[in-house]
């Protein structure tokens, strides 16, 4: 167990939204890997002892590698590193990653050299989410991993968000959704495991900042990390 809670982060001191503790309903396109309350989350690891989570250092994913972890899974953490990720994402990621003893691997990515994602066009969020599990999924492959697995939960709402296609389209299996498992059932697992990660706000990567039509660039990436705060 992981007992690394700061000391000033109080959970009671934390807001976070009310759409947490609901759940959103499949979408006839959900792919089989993405189907609310199918199975529960003990069964899947029992199935599946060996593993690759693709880790963003955000609440979700970091629950589903700690889980795995503790369930007695052979499993390996993967991060894309692009200019549209945040910089404290990576250094959360490593940070958990080195208190679960589990090996980190960092694929870099070159999203800007990707014209059909720069243009920013209303796919946008699909095309970038299919690259970066169809390059994770890649990568776990040659390292042995025959499973990909992603943080995605039951609060997240197929019809708001289109990388749940491509999450179908490459494969992903997103065990917590398929446990029924909400927004606020991971932050409160999360905080039984001692998580640093239970009460971390979500944040979406800096390219969902950039008006849609509007071209993605270093400029607007780095205007958009200005205007949330964190550049």
């Given at each position: 167990?992981?007992m690394?809670?700061?000391?000033?982060?109080?959970?009671?001191?934390?807001?976070?939204?009310?759409?947490?503790?609901?759940?959103?309903?499949?979408?006839?396109?959900?792919?089989?890997?993405?189907?609310?309350?199918?199975?529960?989350?003990?069964?899947?690891?029992?199935r599946?002892?060996?593993?690759?989570?693709?880790?963003?250092?955000?609440?979700?994913?970091?629950?589903?590698?700690?889980?795995?972890?503790?369930?007695?899974?052979?499993?390996?953490?993967?991060?894309?590193?692009?200019?549209?990720?945040?910089?404290?994402?990576?250094?959360?990621?490593?940070?958990?990653?080195?208190?679960?003893?589990?090996?980190?691997?960092?694929?870099?990515l070159?999203?800007?050299?990707?014209?059909?994602?720069?243009?920013?066009?209303?796919?946008?969020?699909?095309?970038?989410?299919?690259?970066?599990?169809?390059?994770?999924?890649?990568?776990?492959?040659?390292?042995?991993?025959?499973?990909?697995?992603?943080?995605?939960?039951?609060?997240?709402?197929?019809?708001?968000?289109?990388?749940?296609?491509?999450?179908?389209?490459?494969?992903?299996?997103?065990?917590?959704?398929r446990?029924?498992?909400?927004?606020?059932?991971?932050?409160?697992?999360?905080?039984?495991?001692?998580?640093?990660?239970?009460?971390?706000?979500?944040?979406?990567?800096?390219?969902?900042?950039?008006?849609?039509?509007?071209?993605?660039?270093?400029?607007?990436?780095?205007?958009?990390?200005?205007?949330?705060?964190?550049?």
């Amino acid at each position: 167990m992981v007992m690394d809670m700061d000391a000033d982060e109080n959970p009671a001191r934390v807001s976070h939204s009310p759409y947490e503790g609901l759940t959103a309903l499949d979408a006839e396109w959900v792919g089989e890997g993405q189907r609310l309350g199918t199975e529960p989350l003990e069964a899947f690891f029992a199935r599946t002892p060996r593993l690759a989570v693709a880790f963003s250092g955000g609440c979700d994913s970091a629950y589903l590698l700690a889980a795995a972890k503790e369930a007695g899974c052979q499993v390996g953490a993967y991060m894309a590193a692009s200019a549209f990720q945040a910089p404290f994402e990576r250094a959360d990621a490593e940070r958990l990653a080195t208190q679960l003893g589990v090996p980190l691997r960092t694929v870099d990515l070159d999203v800007l050299a990707r014209p059909g994602i720069c243009a920013n066009p209303p796919d946008r969020c699909y095309r970038c989410k299919g690259l970066i599990f169809g390059t994770l999924g890649a990568a776990a492959q040659r390292d042995g991993f025959p499973v990909l697995a992603d943080g995605t939960n039951a609060s997240d709402d197929p019809q708001r968000r289109p990388g749940f296609k491509a999450l179908a389209d490459q494969g992903v299996v997103s065990p917590l959704r398929r446990a029924g498992l909400t927004k606020k059932a991971v932050r409160e697992a999360s905080r039984e495991l001692g998580l640093f990660t239970a009460d971390k706000p979500r944040f979406s990567c800096l390219a969902a900042h950039v008006p849609q039509g509007e071209p993605i660039t270093a400029a607007s990436l780095d205007a958009a990390a200005r205007a949330c705060g964190i550049l």
